[in-house]
């Protein structure tokens, strides 16, 4: 199975900071790398597909990047409605993964 | 507007089969999608359990050691997911949704897209 090592787990930050997530596939996905944002109590929502391109009707703040093993999330100013949990996904090969989570704050 | 909807019983047994139903709406389940699931243990992060494809294949994840069985119903435009022999480990938020296929050798929309709210199922006894 692909691993997915997503970094940090957590962090805190405030309206307006820039924000960077990490994730690293244990083999090369060849860019099959989505990222979601899921609010409590809610499912999540994709933001980006093929590492980095964005979901229609998703805001210009969130950009994706990367290839290979190594991706990123950058939200550029975080909004109040982006404390939320993000989570990459693996979609080259089955068993499809996700990343282990990174929780954005509230500083 | 795609729409999916999970319903089913919210409490399972152990030793006994977890049968969730996700009814679609705005889109036919014989389009070019894959329609699968996948689940979050409380407080935990995400697994993807299977899926069918719209001629019918399905895929399932090894870990969860053959105790899988996602299948559709056309008339219905619903898909199932039964797991047999549940224990107290997979509790979780079962969530259905859709995921784009491959079109001109081009897989990069095979992404979920689309994901209902989830149901929260509890194996207690």
């Known amino acids: 199975d692909i691993q997915m090592t997503q970094s940090p787990s957590s962090l805190s930050a405030s309206v307006g900071d820039r924000v960077t997530i990490t994730c690293r596939a244990s083999q090369d996905i060849n860019n099959y790398l989505a990222w979601f944002r899921q609010r409590p109590g809610e499912a999540p929502k994709a933001l980006i597909f093929g590492a980095s391109t964005l979901e229609s009707g998703v805001p210009s703040e969130f950009s994706g990047s990367g290839s290979g093993t190594d991706f990123t999330l950058t939200i550029s100013s975080l909004q109040p409605g982006d404390f939320a949990t993000y989570f990459c996904?693996?979609?080259?090969?089955?068993?499809?993964?996700f990343g282990g989570g990174t929780k954005v704050a509230t500083k | 507007q795609v729409q999916l909807q999970e319903s089913g019983p919210g409490l399972v047994k152990p030793s006994e089969t977890l049968s969730l139903t996700c009814a679609v709406s705005g889109v036919s389940i014989s389009s070019l999608y894959w329609w699968g699931w996948v689940r979050q243990p409380p407080g935990e992060g995400l697994e993807w359990i299977g899926e069918i494809r719209h001629s019918g294949t399905t895929k399932d994840n090894p870990s969860l050691k053959s105790r899988v069985t996602v299948s559709m119903d056309m008339s219905k435009n619903q898909f199932s997911l039964r797991l047999s022999s549940v224990t107290a480990a997979d509790t979780a938020v079962y969530y259905c949704?859709?995921?784009?296929?491959?079109?001109?050798?081009?897989?990069?929309?095979?992404?979920?897209?689309?994901w209902g709210q989830g149901i929260l199922v509890t194996v207690s006894s």
């Open positions: 996904l693996q979609y080259m090969v089955y068993p499809l993964t």
């Open positions: 949704a859709r995921r784009g296929d491959c079109i001109g050798g081009n897989c990069y929309l095979n992404y979920f897209d689309y």
